[in-house]
Antibody, heavy 127, light 107 residues
């Protein structure tokens, strides 16, 4: 089955850069899906960070766009997140997820959804 | 951005109860609404798409309804494994946004 696994440092210094990688197994990074990063600050809801298609197209949350870069490595079947100028407000559990397309049986509506998620990695911003 | 508001934030229920969670969008999103279940220490699990379509492998005690701005997730005959946090998410327009979550706890 499809599995996603996040990896990266759990502690980042203020003003530093977060670098996370998501390894994909059971699916090709070149499949017709978008690959996303989503985070959840302590006690808060989920926040979408951005997404990438294997051909390199990206979409970012405007609230983070100036600090975010998502890239894909087809040779390793993985994608990565870089988030610069980290502050305490960036402390969160970071998830990678696959955004797939589905069609409803009634009406044939096409919709996207985050159908596969990694288990998440805790990132703390502290000196 | 489209704001998603869930109610209640938490509820205490017993095994066998029926649970209803509401999600409201700040603008019309048609049926572009998904639901997820999250347990401590794990990534969210995808439950329902397009407001009412059950993802493959999800038990039929889960159901969703609604369109436009108001949506509902219902869990019939709550099972012990259903105690978790449930979140809605709109897939109408970017940035994709989520509700703040509803925690279903054991009474």
């Amino acid at each position: 089955q499809v599995q996603l696994q996040e990896s990266g440092p759990g502690l980042v210094k203020p003003s530093g850069t977060l670098s996370l990688t998501c390894a994909v197994s059971g699916d090709s990074i070149s499949s017709p899906n978008w690959w996303s990063w989503i985070r959840q600050p302590p006690g808060k809801g989920l926040e979408w960070i951005g997404e990438i298609f294997h051909r390199g197209s990206t979409n970012y949350n405007p609230s983070l766009k100036s600090r975010v870069a998502i890239s894909v490595d087809k040779s390793k079947n993985q994608f990565s997140l870089k988030l610069t100028s980290m502050t305490a407000a960036d402390t969160a559990v970071y998830y990678c997820a696959r955004k797939g397309g589905l069609i409803t049986m009634i009406g044939g509506t096409f919709i996207n959804a985050f159908d596969i998620w990694g288990q998440g990695t805790v990132v703390t911003v502290s000196s | 951005d489209i704001q998603m508001t869930q109610s209640p934030s938490s509820l205490s229920v017993s095994v066998g109860d029926r649970v209803t969670i509401t999600c409201r969008a700040s603008q019309n999103i048609s049926s572009y609404l998904n639901w997820y279940q999250q347990k401590p220490g794990k990534g969210p699990k995808f439950l329902i798409y397009a407001a009412s379509s059950l993802q493959s492998g999800i038990p039929s005690r889960f159901s969703g309804s609604g369109s436009g701005t108001d949506f509902t997730l219902t869990i019939n005959s709550l099972q012990p494994e259903d105690f978790a946090t449930y979140s809605c998410q709109q897939s109408y327009s970017t940035p994709w946004t989520f509700g703040q979550g509803t925690k279903v706890e054991i009474k």
